[in-house]
């Protein structure tokens, strides 16, 4: 009995808590300093304890902690410029135009003959096809995926960047990636869709998600001093959650059968990156309404100019 009660005597109560799970995160910043400590049940509620000779020690520990995690807000997402709803509008109105102007062959046009990714014909000058190329589509089925996806992947661009600078970064991306897939296709390649614009949406929405810092708030190095570099360094990844997201997207969505156009994909994917890279840089969507209308306009443009000249 007596060595019982010098053993009860000899632990001392830090912390208390209703359930053992809320005390473990503290145990663990005890043991990341060398303290020597341990959970008992008492009296209906749990504790954690330590040697009465390290009591002032794991106090100052423990306050130090606590110090050093007070709970913040997370940042607020990147502001609103617009629902993002105009840009999409935009986009389905011109693909789902362009594919019955080709199915009704207006104009006495070959619609896809000369307007198709051929890359013999991009290289001896016919540059405008790597823009009209983004909306000739082989299928209903062709249409249809790429008219969800890039409505999706647009609207959510339009919103942090302004659909008109949004569909701009997203034209400009899918006519890059084209170029980039002309640069390293034989010149008897031909290809059409707007799967590489919308890669290029997806890689602008991740990027600038990314450098507007919203999701380093889970990166911060703090606990890392208590709880050791391998979580601290998980954290730190989680900033990067976008990026991750992005890359995941393309390794489940697009690649395909042999029919998918897997090289405009990445390029569009990577193009879009850079741009959105650039756009939070230079903090572009606040340039206001009328910017995002004329670069709306002139994304829009530049679809109409190049198939007029491929006519």
Known sequence: MKSAMIEEHAWLSIHAA???RDLRTLELVLAARGIESRI?????????VVADDDLAAAHYELAAYQRENVPTAPPPL???IDSGRLGVVGYLAIVWLIM???ASAALGWDWRSVGRLHVGAVLSGEVWRLFTALTLHANMGHIVANSVFGSLFGALAGRYLGSGLAWLCIVAGGALGNAVNVLVRPASFMSIGASTATFAAVGVL???LWRSGYFQQFAGPRRQRYIGAGQGALRRLRGFAPVFAAVALFAYTG???ENTDVVAHLAGL?????LGLWVAHTRLQLAGTRAQWFFGAVAAASVLAAW???G
Do not use: M
């Open 18 to 20: 209703r359930t053992r």
């Open 40 to 48: 008992e049940y008492r009296n209906e509620i749990w504790h954690l």
């Open 78 to 80: 990147p502001a609103r």
């Open 100 to 102: 019955a102007l080709e």
């Open 206 to 208: 991740s990027a600038f």
């Open 255 to 257: 690649i395909g059968d």
């Open 270 to 274: 990577a193009v879009g990156f850079l």
């Open 308 to 310: 007029l000249l491929a």
